[in-house]
């Protein structure tokens, strides 16, 4: 009897243990929220631009980039799209220059979202599925106008600290967003230098604010 006493013990103290390992490594934490995958991330950030776009004539534009930009920093690897964008000219930059990019780029990413997100006359924006692309995931979608019309947009996600996030958008599935931009910041860079290209971003979000202003 007490062998078998101390088996029960020891088989307790086993599971104790193993359910420790389990809950530090967070396998067994009650309540644990899962992580959002690929497409859920892009369906919520499109739950927000639907909802942007509903509201989008009461909130304004200011109101619109206000409940946008938030939720662009949050969805978008704005620092990886970034350098991506610069190039290898990126290293060579000081790191208060490197903070202006990426503020002045944050901004016109959740301002281009704002203006062309400006309303809702029935739009659709639907997740169709995804498919794997390296390391990364391209997360297919299709913007559907009341008419019939169709857009596909395809978004690369990859993965930041456990969450994915979106690193490059890609127009009818081949252009990416992230090489039109280089090109474009190349040739500022290369002119003006990186105020140049920073007032350029600027002057951009500036313009997009005064067209919504007017109509």
Same mark, same amino acid.
């Given at each position: ?65 206000? @409940? ?5 920093? @949050? ?40 203006? @062309? ?99």
């Amino acid at each position: 009897m007490a062998g078998q006493n101390m088996r029960d013990a020891w088989r307790g103290k086993i599971a104790s243990l193993c359910l420790a390992l389990l809950v530090a490594v967070g396998l067994f934490t009650p309540g644990m929220a899962a992580v959002p995958d690929a497409q859920d991330q892009v369906r919520g950030f499109y739950g927000v631009l639907l909802g942007t776009m509903r509201d989008g004539r009461t909130l304004g534009e200011s109101g619109r980039y206000a @409940r946008l930009a938030p939720v662009v920093n @949050r969805t978008f690897d704005i620092p990886m799209m970034t350098r991506l964008a610069i190039g290898p000219s990126w290293d060579t930059l000081a790191p208060a220059q490197q903070q202006q990019l990426l503020a002045a780029f944050a901004h016109y990413v959740a301002a281009t979202y704002a203006d @062309r997100f400006d309303t809702y006359s029935g739009e659709q924006l639907q997740v169709t599925g995804e498919r794997p692309n390296g390391n990364d995931v391209m997360v297919q979608t299709k913007i559907a106008k009341s008419n019939g019309e169709a857009t596909r947009l395809d978004y690369r996600m990859r993965q930041d600290q456990g969450s994915w996030r979106i690193s490059d958008v890609y127009l009818d599935g081949t252009i990416s967003q992230l090489a039109v931009h280089r090109s474009e910041f190349h040739s500022i860079l290369q002119r003006e230098g990186v105020d140049g290209l920073v007032m350029a971003l600027n002057r951009k979000v500036d313009l997009l604010q005064s067209v919504a202003r007017s109509s």
